[in-house]
C-alpha cells in the first residue's frame, strides 16, 4: 500500500515537471468573452404621469379629433387618443369626428367617450385599446355606463332621442337595443345610490328606470322635472363630493338636489356653458364656455373668468377634472363584460 501511494506521488511529480519544463513552448490564446448584453431600459409607462398629476384635465379637442389628459399646471399634454390613429376601430375617423363628451370610467382607468360624428367608443387608458365602439346616429353628446357595462347614449340626432346599447368585448361593435325619443337630449348620468339615470330634455330633467337587463338593457321614464330658468339644457354632471349635479343651459348654471332634484341658480356670471366640473378642495369649478359665434374655445377657465388651462390651436369642447366620480359609480368599479 506505501510502495502504491509512492508511486502515485512520483507520477504526479513528473506530470508537474513536464508540465512546467513545457511551459515556454504552450502558446496561449485569450478567448474573447462575448459581451455582456445590458438589459434594455423599460419603456416609460406614460399612465404613471397621469395618476401622479396634481390637477388633471380631461378634454375633448376637436380641432384634431382627440381625447386629451393635460396636466393643468404645466400644460403638458399627459395622455392623447386620436381617431386618426386608432387602427382597431373601422370608420374612427368619421364617427369619432369632432369629439363632444368624455368621461372617466371604471376607477379612471378607461375612457367613455361621443362625437357628433356619431360614435360612442370605450377606451382602455394604459395601451389605447377600444374597448367597445358603435354608431350611435348623428349628434351623440353623452353617454352613461349603467352597472351591467351596457352603454346609454344621449343624441340630439331627429330633435333627440337616448340610445342603449349591448356592450360586447368579444365582438367589439354593437347596435342599438332601444331608441326613445327625448327632445334636445344633450346629457346621461347614473344616479348610483338611487339607482336611476337622469337625462336633460330641453328644458326639462328627466328620470329613467333601467331594467337591468345585460343581454337586453332597456330604459322607462319614470317622471320629469321643469327647469325653473333657460331653455335648451346641455350640461349634466355630479358635483364632485356632494349629493348633487350641475346643470346649464343656454342662460344659466344651476346646482340639482340630488334628492328631490329641485333646482337652484348659481352665481356663474357666464352663460352659454358647454360643460362644468368641479373637484376637491384645491380643484377650481372649471368651464368650458365657447367663444363668440363658435361652440369651442381655446381655454378653461374657473367660475372667477380665470384661466386654468390655455393651449393655441385647440378647439376644447367640454373639460373635467380627471377623479373618481363617486355620485355615479361604486368605489370599486372593474370592467364589466354584461352577461348574456
Not at 399646471?73 to 369619432?96: F, G, I, K, N, V
Not at 356619431?118 to 394604459?126: N, S
Request: aromatic residues 10%; glycine residues 6%.
Amino acid at each position: 500500500m506505501i510502495m502504491k501511494r509512492r508511486i502515485i506521488a512520483l507520477l504526479c511529480a513528473g506530470c508537474l515537471f513536464s508540465l512546467t519544463a513545457c511551459q515556454e513552448d504552450i502558446e496561449i490564446t485569450e478567448v474573447p468573452m462575448p459581451p455582456v448584453e445590458e438589459e434594455p431600459e423599460p419603456a416609460p409607462d406614460d399612465t404613471d404621469k397621469i395618476y401622479e398629476c396634481k390637477h388633471p384635465l380631461l378634454l375633448t379637442e376637436q380641432a384634431q379629433g382627440r381625447i386629451l389628459i393635460v396636466d393643468a399646471d404645466t400644460r403638458e399634454t399627459l395622455w392623447e387618443w386620436r381617431a386618426a390613429s386608432a387602427a382597431d376601430m373601422p370608420d374612427a375617423t368619421s364617427l369619432m369626428r369632432l369629439p363632444s363628451e368624455v368621461k372617466a370610467i371604471y376607477n379612471r382607468r378607461y375612457i367613455l367617450a361621443t362625437a357628433s360624428g356619431g360614435g360612442v367608443a370605450i377606451i382602455r387608458i394604459a395601451d389605447k385599446k377600444v374597448m367597445f365602439y358603435a354608431s350611435a346616429g348623428n349628434n351623440p353628446h353623452s353617454a352613461e355606463v349603467f352597472p351591467d357595462g351596457n352603454l346609454v347614449v344621449a343624441s340630439t340626432d331627429n330633435d333627440g332621442f337616448l340610445s342603449t346599447f349591448r356592450v360586447d368585448t368579444v365582438a367589439r361593435t354593437g347596435q342599438v337595443v332601444q331608441k326613445l325619443p327625448l327632445t334636445f337630449c344633450h346629457s346621461a348620468v347614473w344616479d348610483h345610490s338611487r339607482g336611476r339615470l337622469l337625462a336633460t330634455s330641453d328644458n326639462k330633467l328627466c328620470v329613467f328606470t333601467y331594467n337591468g337587463d345585460g343581454n337586453d338593457p332597456r330604459i322607462t321614464k319614470e317622471s320629469e322635472t321643469a327647469i325653473p330658468e333657460g331653455n335648451w339644457a346641455h350640461d349634466l354632471f355630479p358635483v364632485y363630493g356632494e349629493n348633487a349635479l350641475w346643470l346649464t343651459n343656454n342662460d344659466y348654471a344651476m346646482k340639482v338636489s340630488g334628492s328631490d332634484l329641485s333646482m337652484e341658480t348659481v352665481g356663474f356670471s357666464q352663460s352659454d356653458i358647454k360643460s362644468v366640473s368641479s373637484g376637491p378642495e384645491g380643484f377650481p369649478t372649471v368651464l368650458l364656455i365657447p367663444k363668440a359665434d363658435e361652440w369651442w374655445n381655446t381655454k378653461v377657465i374657473d367660475t372667477e373668468g380665470r384661466t386654468v388651462f390655455e393651449q393655441n390651436g385647440m378647439q376644447i369642447y367640454k373639460a373635467r377634472w380627471f377623479l373618481d366620480n363617486p355620485y355615479s359609480y361604486p368605489a370599486k368599479h372593474d370592467f364589466v363584460q354584461p352577461a348574456k
